[in-house]
């Protein structure tokens, strides 16, 4: 695999495993030091067995902003299909209360799909933090600020990790009297309903390759 020399396009030497490759398809593309997400403009098997991915910034929806690749990929790199997913926190649809949901998108020759699941019922509140290596620049996470916080300082280039708080509740009555605290989730206070659920937080950390 390796990049053309106008870096408008990413050649592939190998067909197997490649069937998902059509116009329009969300491509991820990365090596050991650098990946790119671009959409294939055009996708040509002229040449077998090499296949040609082109990534012209305006011919494809919602489409690309630039027409180049942005680093130089040879032998070595791997290409795949990007799936992104969606995870939120909604109304439970199998029980009382609210649930973990995941939604898988899919975009296909210009085309968006989605799909979406129930993970994890009891789940009322979801907040992230997002990690940055502000000490001793060794790439490990010591500091974690909120969206906005990332946002206003554009560092999001800089996230390492992701810190994800989630709040459990049980059924309703399960407690004796009701449910008056505040819980802090990834440094967000959070009001929950006045209820008889017990709750408890979890939080765990997921490393990001950016």
Not at 181 to 208: C, Q
């Amino acid at each position: 695999d390796h990049t053309s020399a106008d870096h408008t396009k990413l050649i592939l030497k190998r067909k197997q495993t490649q069937d998902w490759l059509e116009d329009g398809s969300l491509i991820v593309v990365c090596d050991a030091f650098n990946t790119t997400l671009f959409q294939a403009s055009d996708i040509s098997h002229n040449n077998q067995p090499d296949i040609t991915i082109a990534s012209a910034a305006a011919q494809v929806q919602p489409g690309n902003t630039t027409d180049q690749i942005d680093h130089d990929y040879s032998q070595g790199a791997q290409v795949a299909n990007y799936e992104p997913s969606i995870y939120f926190i909604a109304q439970s649809v199998s029980e009382d209360g609210y649930s973990l949901f995941r939604e898988y998108l899919n975009i296909a020759k210009g085309k968006l799909t989605s799909r979406r699941e129930e993970l994890v019922t009891g789940v009322e509140n979801m907040q992230l933090q997002f990690g940055l290596d502000l000490d001793a620049q060794d790439g490990i996470a010591d500091a974690y600020f909120s969206a906005s916080h990332i946002d206003e300082y554009y560092m999001w280039d800089a996230v390492l990790a992701v810190k994800v708080g989630l709040l459990f509740a049980s059924e309703d009555g399960v407690r004796k009297d009701f449910d008056n605290n505040e819980y802090v989730l990834a440094d967000t206070l959070v009001s929950v309903n006045k209820d008889k659920r017990k709750r408890y937080i979890n939080h765990f950390v997921v490393s990001v390759r950016n």
